[in-house]
């Protein structure tokens, strides 16, 4: 029998012997990773190599075929639909096709889960709303209908929505996606002031390289069917070829920036 590997003591979420396919596509074979509570976890890894299912899973939208994964010690595999919706709500989502409403205003849409799960009184709501929208950085756009606001913003009011419940752990499918520079740096300092400043624990699909090495104090790179973790500097001085490959000239980058750092100090 394969060695099972330790489990942290301070993992939120841990994946263990994940199988998944979808027909003959054999997505997972065998995946184990951990998120460390209270850490910015980046999930990288070609397109196809299932870091949006990887990050389903642990939401409860999409079951393996067998394998285990554990939430703050709760078993998600096996969870009938409606232990799975209760799972949901320690969760914030911020997933691609997780668009807002287009017919509600801004407000209404951040205010919708709390509406539907919730037995706040109206004016409960709009403080927890105001704080939200104030947390993004998104100030006098509560009457606004999405079509009115940009990209960038959509995306601070979707994220806005996604720890309107106060969730332990935020899930985020490539936040970056189709946003310009600035709006990646600011997509990227507000989840890392959500994790220290509300002590969320964030894990992150991305493809940008350049802010998952500054963002991510964990990477998992999917590859194989299978995953491979480290801190960013010790997958950007991987000797493994396709570790290295894959982290390009970023990840050297990126160990340059490390020891400009340490000699300054
Ligand atoms: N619901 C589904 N039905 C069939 N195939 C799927 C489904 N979801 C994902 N896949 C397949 O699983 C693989 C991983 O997909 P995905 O998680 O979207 O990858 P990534 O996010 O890393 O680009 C792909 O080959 C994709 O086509
Ligand atoms: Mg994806």
New binding site residues.
């Given amino acids: 029998m394969s060695a099972q590997p330790a489990t942290s003591v301070d993992a939120h979420v841990v994946c263990e012997s994940i199988h998944l396919g979808?027909?003959e596509?054999e997505?997972f074979s065998d995946l184990c990773c951990e998120m460390v509570a209270g850490d910015v976890t980046v999930?990288m890894?070609?397109?196809?190599?299932?870091?949006?299912?990887?990050?389903?899973m642990i939401g409860g939208l999409?079951r393996p075929d067998s394998g285990s994964i554990r939430v703050a010690g709760r078993e998600l595999v096996g969870l009938a639909e409606q232990g799975l919706a209760e799972a949901r709500t320690h969760l914030g989502m911020l997933f691609q096709n997780g668009a807002l409403l287009d017919s509600m205003t801004i407000f209404d849409n951040v205010a919708l889960p709390l509406r539907e799960h919730s037995k706040l009184s109206a004016d409960q709501i709009a403080a927890e709303v105001r704080d939200r929208l104030d947390a993004v950085g998104l100030e006098g756009v509560e009457h606004l209908l999405p079509g009115e606001l940009s990209g960038g913003m959509l995306r601070r009011a979707a994220l806005a929505r996604a720890i309107i419940e106060n969730p332990e752990v935020l899930l985020c499918?490539?936040p970056f996606s189709g946003l310009d520079p600035p709006n990646v740096e600011r997509i990227e300092a507000l989840l890392t002031r959500l994790n220290r400043e509300r002590g969320l624990t964030v894990i992150v699909?991305s493809h940008h390289m350049a802010s998952s090495l500054r963002m991510g104090h964990r990477i998992i790179l999917?590859k194989d069917r299978a995953a491979v973790s480290g801190t960013p500097r010790e997958l950007a001085l991987s000797e493994d070829s396709e570790i290295h490959d894959f982290m390009g000239a970023e990840g050297a980058a990126f160990l340059k920036t490390l020891a400009a750092d340490g000699a300054s100090e």
């Fill in positions: 979808f027909g596509r997505v999930l890894g070609s397109s196809g190599t299932g870091k949006s299912t990887l990050l389903r999409q499918d490539e699909t999917l």
